[in-house]
């Protein structure tokens, strides 16, 4: 094949090379602008993973590279006057000149041509001239841009400014990240040896404290000035140096996260930061650029040229979606990290570290034993505790209520109820979760009216047979386990009056449907019947209705009581835009869609009882546009804590049809994050988490004070007993009963 590559940077050469590699015969050629000493970088960080593809793939210019590395394990993190530092990370360093000089001259003993301070105008003449056009030019691809129409690049600047910088003074020991509290915000550094002399010191700051520094007005001498005086301490009299002498002014960029909905057109295909981007702080850009070069190179040796670029953009977008996940997750950390500076800075280091949610909480344990269980021992101490166990272990209090652990049974709806009364399967359900070692077990939505049931399969606390089958299950939960329960209630507004969860979720019934209220007189979907807006009379019934029923909750022994105003119920049906539009003063601004929901709370608030906790579950956001965002979401907790909510019940959507959620590991756990941090008001989290790593992992960076799973306790009412033995932790209490269960399984973990 005759070949060209478009840009000269690492991705490109490392294709030339292989291709080379697996047919000698190939006739290739590498165009760049840019002469073969410039480079506009300083180091390229790679994973070990990395360099063990690239010895498989061409063991000479690996060694080549390897011979030249800066290697290290530990991470340094300095804040607030603490430098904290964690080992086994296992990263390597390498100057992107000498990278690509290695890489240059690796391709000319293959027989790769080399060209030059050769500016490419259009790639449509090299793909009449040539079998292949590889376009590895850079994040701003002129290739990308000339058919932009068929790749379909999207692009998203990011909001934090940088600058990519170096220095002489070392960093040999640890990358290193360095927080700076100055008159006009907080600005930060990455730091990382890549030779004997220089390291890479990038300086990133938010746009409001670029601005206020007046960083646009400066010249690129006087940027790199005001970044050597911030960072003075650091830099032990060393200068920082920028060698971007290609950009203009002060060198400063906002990153764009690029992502193409196709990778080739014709005979061109895109490769590197052409086809996508991920953020320096996972330092994963080289990584794409290599690996997605080995994996070209090997499906065009495979198959046909549609079938290679078929399987590469296929196989790699895969992995680049995967990369770009968690790039994301670390660049919006540092997009909001002053919501963390606060943090105690083992908190802080924790949350860093596992920023992108690539490293777990026992992910840490084997790269670090040692840092993990002193983190491990400063969160029990700071829930008042001073044993040696996992964070999901650690006690909690809400008022007068004190939980064993972390771990609370979220409400799940169970479509078994007779006429809204719990029945055996009620007793069973809930006496299994309560006996399964989680601290807090709650109840699915107990609706305060017959009309304000979801179905007819949905409980209640509307009559006094109900409030005596809940005392049955509390009083079962409260004698035979250490577990607290929780009766969360609430009113299905215009969800109400549909089918059982296992038939057709929301649909309505196929008769007997009864009338249905909401904010407005707006329709679940086109299927569900018109409700009726609520009128002022309407609302004062409804108020009453809840009252009871949390008078009904208080008899009944409840240790806690949690209000459902998410998931597009009634009370949720007032705060969304979406489903609220009225013309009175519960309509329109935040502040009025609030009052009614604030004047349930509080009613409920005024005979629940003072030493009880209360909590509210919203929705964080609608995931549509014009509904509740997440900025909305950290006022309307706000609302409801200073209403007295003890805690937010904290999880998403479900509010409207026209949602678009974004589902994924911990989906929704940066909502209580943001809430947490922001707000300073303890959250639970919820949505899509199953394992004892993601409990440990939120708690311990301060992401929730409490942990809900559902689903998991679906399929195992045992959930906690079971994790506590996976993780060795023999002081969860088991029921007397079933020690012996306890002990068999515990054998076959160590035997494992």
């Not at 004997?196 to 409001?208: H, K, L, N, R, Y």
């Not at 990584?287 to 549609?306: N, R, T, V």
């Not at 909401?518 to 009252?547: C, G, H, I, T, Y």
């Not at 045992?718 to 007397?736: C, F, M, N, Q």
């Amino acid at each position: 094949m005759r070949v060209a590559c478009l840009g000269g940077g690492p991705g490109a050469l490392y294709f030339a090379i292989s291709m080379k590699l697996r047919d000698p015969d190939h006739e290739i050629v590498v165009i760049e602008r840019n002469r073969p000493d410039d480079t506009f970088g300083w180091g390229v960080v790679l994973s070990d993973e990395t360099l063990t593809n690239l010895s498989e793939n061409d063991p000479v210019s690996a060694e080549a590279i390897r011979a030249h590395f800066a290697y290290w394990d530990d991470i340094a993190v300095v804040h607030k006057g603490t430098r904290t530092v964690s080992s086994g990370h296992g990263f390597c360093g390498i100057g992107r000149k000498k990278l690509l000089l290695l890489l240059q001259q690796r391709a000319r003993d293959l027989g790769v041509e080399l060209r030059f301070e050769t500016e490419v105008e259009s790639a449509a003449p090299y793909m009449e001239r040539y079998d292949l056009v590889v376009a590895s030019d850079g994040l701003n691809s002129r290739a990308r841009s000339e058919f932009a129409e068929v790749f379909k690049p999207d692009i998203d600047l990011r909001q934090c400014k940088f600058v990519w910088l170096g220095t002489r003074q070392k960093f040999d020991d640890a990358f290193t990240f360095i927080f700076e509290k100055t008159e006009h915000g907080w600005v930060w550094a990455h730091a990382y040896q890549f030779d004997e002399d220089t390291a890479t010191f990038i300086v990133e700051c938010s746009q409001e404290t670029w601005d206020a520094y007046g960083f646009e007005g400066m010249t690129k001498e006087e940027s790199v000035a005001t970044c050597e005086r911030i960072f003075a301490e650091h830099l032990d009299g060393h200068s920082l140096v920028s060698n971007a002498n290609h950009l203009r002014g002060s060198a400063w960029l906002n990153f764009p996260r690029v992502l193409c909905e196709s990778w080739s057109h014709r005979n061109l295909v895109l490769l590197g930061d052409a086809a996508a981007t991920a953020h320096f702080s996972i330092g994963s850009g080289t990584k794409l650029a290599l690996e997605s070069a080995i994996a070209l190179a090997s499906y065009l040796h495979e198959g046909d040229m549609a079938s290679a670029f078929r399987r590469y953009e296929e196989d790699r977008r895969v992995e680049v979606l995967k990369l770009q996940s968690a790039a994301r997750n670390s660049t919006e950390w540092f997009e909001n990290v002053e919501r963390y500076l606060d943090l105690d800075p083992v908190q802080f280091n924790y949350s860093l570290l596992t920023r992108s949610q690539r490293i777990s909480h026992e992910n840490l344990r084997l790269r670090d034993p040692a840092w993990l269980a002193s983190a491990e021992a400063w969160f029990q101490r700071q829930a008042a505790s001073n044993r040696d166990r996992a964070p999901m272990f650690a006690p909690y209090q809400l008022r007068g209520m004190k939980l064993k652990n972390r771990i609370v049974v979220s409400p799940m709806a169970q479509y078994k109820a007779l006429e809204g009364c719990p029945t055996d399967w009620h007793v069973v359900h809930y006496g299994e979760r309560a006996k399964g070692g989680a601290g807090l077990v709650f109840t699915e939505m107990t609706c305060v009216s017959a009309e304000g049931r979801i179905t007819l399969g949905c409980p209640g606390l509307y009559a006094a047979e109900h409030e005596a089958a809940w005392k049955r299950i509390v009083d079962f939960v409260h004698a035979e386990t250490e577990a607290k329960i929780c009766c969360q209630i609430g009113h299905s507004g215009r969800k109400g009056s549909t089918q059982l969860g296992w038939e057709e979720m929301d649909a309505p019934l196929q008769d007997g449907n009864w009338p249905i209220l909401s904010a407005s007189a707006l329709p679940w979907s086109a299927r569900n019947q018109v409700p009726k807006e609520m009128d002022r009379a309407d609302m004062n019934l409804v108020r009453d209705q809840f009252v009871a029923a949390a008078e009904m909750a208080e008899r009944a022994g409840f240790d806690m009581l949690e209000l459902h105003a998410a998931h597009g119920y009634l009370l949720s049906s007032f705060i969304s835009p979406l489903s609220n539009r009225r013309s009175d003063a519960c309509g329109g601004s935040l502040e009025n869609r609030m009052r009614y929901p604030l004047e349930i709370f509080c009613a409920v608030r005024n005979v629940w009882p003072a030493d009880k906790p209360m909590s509210v579950r919203i929705s964080a956001t609608d995931w549509s546009d014009g509904g509740v965002d997440a900025a909305e979401a950290v006022r309307i907790a706000a609302f409801f804590r200073d209403a007295g909510a003890d805690i937010c019940d904290v999880s998403a959507g479900q509010t409207s049809t026209e949602a678009q959620p974004v589902y994924g590991r911990m989906f929704q756990t940066p909502f209580s994050d943001r809430i947490r941090n922001e707000l300073g008001m303890p959250t639970m989290a919820v949505g899509n988490i199953f394992e004892p790593d993601h409990v440990n992992s939120i708690l311990m960076a301060g992401r929730a004070d409490l942990v809900c799973l559902a689903r998991p306790h679906l399929s195992d009412p045992y959930w906690t007993l079971h994790a506590a033995v996976a993780l060795r932790d023999d002081e969860v209490a088991w029921p007397d009963p079933y020690l012996a269960g306890r002990d068999q399984m515990r054998r076959l973990a160590d035997r494992g």
